[in-house]
């Protein structure tokens, strides 16, 4: 696709119930990010591929959170036993072949999370 | 904490003032990028710096980088209301690939 899709756009979830967020990242890109913005703060690391080496996964916050990604191609985050804490902006990005080289990432429009 | 620091964390301006943000950040860097958030959604590239870099320029926007201060400042001039955002910068940490962005900056221009 032209962009980075994500899906769903929002997602209202009960406590306790696990949740998938998926990402389409732009056709050929080797590089994936996800990253959580909760209301009113900044952006918090959780995860990056690249290609086909070892995710980087130092920022997943709990082993509730998971990410897997076939390939070069899309990537799944899943939250399991979602708390209330868990609710936030789940944004994914990429980039052509990591940021390394001064390349840019590009986003997704996110998919909002709410857990009651 | 992984995130860099922004200051302001909140600028309410007239259009067609300068906006001036500053970020700092705490490890040595590859680059530091700046983006623009709106309405809480995707963000979007606006301007990359390299750590050998000291200015850069873009349209209405100034970077300008301090590897010794480990700070750096975007300059938005002659604002606009379109340009009611929040701003953050990301640093590449050396020998990463790994992208960390600071708190952000929301910006309200006022036409």
């Known amino acids: 696709g032209a962009g980075v899709s994500q899906s769903p756009s929002n997602k209202v979830t009960e406590k306790g119930k696990d949740v998938e967020l998926r990402c389409d990242p732009i056709s050929g890109h080797t590089a994936l990010y996800w990253y959580r913005q909760r209301l009113g703060q900044g952006l918090e690391f959780l995860i990056y591929?690249?290609?086909?080496?070892?995710?980087?996964k130092s920022g997943l916050p709990s082993d509730r959170f998971s990410a897997e990604r076939t390939g070069e191609s899309v990537s799944t985050l899943t939250i399991q036993r979602t708390q209330q804490e868990d609710s936030a902006v789940y944004l994914c990005?990429?980039?052509?072949?990591?940021?390394?080289?001064?390349?840019?990432?590009?986003f997704g429009e996110g998919s909002w999370l709410t857990v009651v | 904490s992984q995130q860099g620091e922004e200051d302001p964390q909140a600028l309410s301006i007239q259009e067609g003032e300068n906006a001036t943000m500053n970020c700092s950040y705490k490890?040595?860097?590859?680059?530091l990028q700046w983006y623009r958030q709106n309405s809480g959604r995707g963000l979007v590239h606006l301007i990359l710096?390299?750590?050998?870099?000291r200015e850069k320029h873009s349209g209405r926007l100034r970077v300008t980088l301090d590897t010794s201060k480990k700070s750096s400042s975007l300059l938005i001039t002659a604002s606009r209301a379109a340009d009611t955002a929040s701003y953050f910068c990301a640093t590449l940490r050396l020998n990463t690939d790994k992208l960390i962005f600071g708190t952000g900056t929301r910006l309200q221009v006022f036409p």
């Open positions: 490890t040595s860097i590859n680059n």
């Open positions: 710096i390299r750590s050998n870099e």
């Open positions: 990005a990429s980039s052509p072949s990591g940021t390394g080289v001064g390349n840019t990432i590009y």
């Open positions: 591929f690249q290609g086909n080496s070892a995710p980087d």
